[in-house]
């Protein structure tokens, strides 16, 4: 029989970490539960972050925006705030998984799981997300390109827990652009995908481009040099041909069993062609 802690408050959860620092903590559980399921993970307790509210929700601050690690997909999806401030990340958040995955799962799950094919993670890359990290009396707040190290690999040392996100309000950008390719239209992991952030003045020039990639590298992948090619120009087929040439050669992806590592590539060079959807 396996223990299932369900703490209330924050000081409850530091106090269970360090009595069972064995323990596996969940949110959502969407990614734990499969894998316990599936032998991947042992356990001998679990510790749920569900009922501590403090972990919940979405603050405005102003100019920043704290958005709880545990606020579920379904929540953010229905946040007025994010709405607003943040379609990007709403247009990832409505191809994740499917309804009882975005009931579930939270935004702290899909960052803390470090999959490249996370799909919330391309959106908050080009946001300059940052990633609040607390532990019993101490807390960091770092670059979420900081954060996550790996596959599957974050800074999260022992006793630490992601408790949020937080997001810099801009009135910079007014092209928002995610797109996720998968082997299927519903409930598909990303192949490739790419957020895309753009300022495009009224004569079509691209004034700022922010860009990400998700599912061909390690980690999910920004290139200057591929911003930098859009930066200055007017959208044109030719302009965007050029970029994409250079994206297939900014990106690292590998074979795996959803698809080879050359057709990866491909794929990621041809997702900036969608960007001729905003010429003037
Ligand atoms: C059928 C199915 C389809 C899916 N489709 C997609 C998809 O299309 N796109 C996608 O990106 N993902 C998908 N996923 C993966 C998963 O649903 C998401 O990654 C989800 O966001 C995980 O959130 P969670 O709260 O359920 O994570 P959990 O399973 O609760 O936790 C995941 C990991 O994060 C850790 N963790 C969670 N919260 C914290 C915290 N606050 N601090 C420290 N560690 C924490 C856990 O210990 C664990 O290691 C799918 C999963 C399933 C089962």
Redesign the pocket.
């Known amino acids: 029989m396996r223990e299932v802690f369900l703490p209330r408050t924050l000081d409850e959860l530091w106090d269970l970490l360090h009595r069972r620092p064995e323990a596996?903590?969940?949110?959502?559980?969407?990614?734990?539960?499969?894998k316990l399921r599936a032998g991947l993970i042992v356990a001998s307790s679990l510790i749920c972050?569900e009922r501590i509210e403090d972990?919940k929700g979405v603050r405005d601050h102003g100019d920043e925006v704290y958005i709880g690690?545990?606020t579920t997909?379904r929540a953010l999806l229905a946040d007025s705030v994010i709405q607003k401030h943040f379609p990007i990340l709403i247009q990832a958040l409505g191809?994740?998984?499917?309804p009882p995955?975005r009931n579930?799962?939270?935004?702290?799950?899909?960052v803390?799981?470090a999959?490249p094919?996370?799909?919330?993670l391309p959106p908050l890359y080009v946001l300059d997300a940052e990633v609040e990290v607390r532990w019993g009396d101490g807390a960091q707040r770092l670059p979420l390109s900081r954060f996550i190290l790996g596959p599957g690999k974050t800074s999260?040392g022992p006793g630490?827990?992601?408790?949020g996100v937080w997001l810099r309000k801009s009135a910079d950008y007014n092209v928002h652009h995610f797109e996720k390719v998968g082997q299927r239209k519903a409930?598909?992991?990303?192949v490739v995908s790419l957020a895309a952030l753009l300022q495009v003045s009224d004569s079509g020039r691209i004034d700022q481009a922010r860009l990400a990639w998700g599912s061909v590298g390690p980690t999910v992948i920004r290139s200057v040099e591929v911003e930098s090619a859009l930066e200055g120009r007017v959208i044109s087929r030719d302009v965007l041909d050029h970029a994409a040439a250079l994206a297939q050669t900014a990106v690292s992806p590998i074979d795996d069993i959803r698809a080879g590592g050359a057709y990866r590539r491909t794929v990621a060079g041809n997702l900036l062609l969608r960007l001729m959807n905003y010429a003037g």
């Open positions: 596996a903590i969940y949110a959502g559980g969407t990614d734990v539960l499969v972050l972990l690690a545990a997909h191809v994740l998984g499917s995955v579930m799962g939270t935004i702290g799950g899909n803390v799981t999959s094919a996370g799909d919330t999260l630490q827990l992601l408790t409930l598909a992991i990303a």
